[in-house]
């Protein structure tokens, strides 16, 4: 009898088991690396099997991932999309499949707001603001020109489109600053720093601030502009965002000067989001994660905190 019982517990608890399929963007950042482990880790610890894709940056092989895991039927699909259009077809295919799909950190650009329950992940367009806002207060008793040269994220992804609009949407009154240079280094340290030695043979002494879209791509661009023989953090401010443990680094060293924080570790809530769907619990059409600016004189003391 007693083994009979167990059986039939097992197996309920199996029935209950909810399977979330993950596509994920790539590897192309610390970033990245710590959102992954925060997705895996949370999974774990909330019992939801995980099924789990890696893009490698492509739009093409997230699209697949997805249409896979409607063929699985799994319960639940969350992405992170790598760029912000292109959603109609594989989210009315999920749609139709009467399968929830959540969005975890990039948004995307689509008119039927159906296609998704909620999205998870931080506000792009107030970071870029931040990021701006700091350059008006430090450069506020300099007539200028200011020159920014800015390192893009992926093109065509929420953070990059977003990173620069909340920028311009503070600088643009201000005809002092001026971005003189501007284009894509993918979100990868490889990316940052080449478009940086570019920038540094065109533009050399002319640039007064790096903006880069993201620590990795600010880290490759301190070490093109040390080739070059510029001085990151002193001549050249550089203004970067995600504030990982290597930015933090950076900002010892004296070369980052201020870093917008990014916060990867999304799983928590993610797998909460999971449950209360399949619950059948309404949930708020975007959930916003916390986040503030650190200065490079905060980075000795706050670094022992960080978690990524
Ligand atoms: O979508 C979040 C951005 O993507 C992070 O800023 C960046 O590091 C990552 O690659």
Redesign the pocket.
């Known amino acids: 009898l007693t083994v009979a019982m167990s059986v039939v517990v097992d197996s309920h608890a199996q029935d209950k088991k909810i399977t979330l399929g993950f596509a994920q963007?790539g590897a192309?950042?610390?970033?990245?690396t710590a959102?992954t482990v925060s997705v895996k880790q949370a999974a774990k610890d909330a019992g939801i099997n995980l099924k789990f894709s890696d893009a490698q940056q492509k739009q093409e092989n997230q699209i697949r991932a997805i249409r896979s895991y409607i063929a699985q039927k799994v319960d639940v699909i969350a992405f992170?999309p790598v760029v912000e259009s292109g959603w109609e077809p594989v989210l009315e295919e999920a749609k139709k499949a009467h399968i929830p799909v959540v969005l975890t950190?990039?948004n995307i650009d689509v008119k039927d707001k159906s296609l998704y329950v909620t999205m998870i992940?931080?506000d792009?367009l107030e970071e870029g603001r931040r990021a701006g806002r700091w350059l008006e207060e430090t450069y506020k008793n300099n007539p200028g020109p200011i020159n920014i040269a800015e390192l893009q994220?992926?093109v065509g992804?929420?953070?990059a489109n977003d990173r620069h609009s909340g920028l311009m949407e503070i600088i643009k009154n201000d005809p002092k600053f001026k971005i003189i240079a501007s284009q894509s280094g993918d979100?990868t340290l490889a990316g940052g720093k080449q478009v940086m030695e570019a920038f540094a043979k065109t533009y050399g002494k002319q640039i007064n601030v790096v903006y880069a879209?993201?620590?990795?791509m600010a880290l490759g661009a301190i070490q093109a502009m040390e080739e070059a023989g510029m001085k990151p953090g002193t001549d050249v401010k550089v203004v970067s965002?995600?504030a990982t443990k290597g930015g933090f680094q950076a900002m010892i060293a004296g070369k980052i000067n201020v870093d917008v924080e990014?916060s990867?570790l999304l799983g928590p809530q993610l797998m909460s989001a999971v449950k209360d769907i399949v619950a059948g619990k309404t949930l708020p059409k975007r959930i916003v994660t916390n986040e503030t600016v650190f200065p490079m004189n905060v980075a000795a003391q706050v670094l022992p905190q960080r978690k990524y």
């Open positions: 963007v192309e950042s610390a970033w990245r959102n992170s950190d990039r992940g931080s792009f994220g992926t992804s929420a953070p979100f879209h993201n620590d990795d965002f995600d990014c990867p």
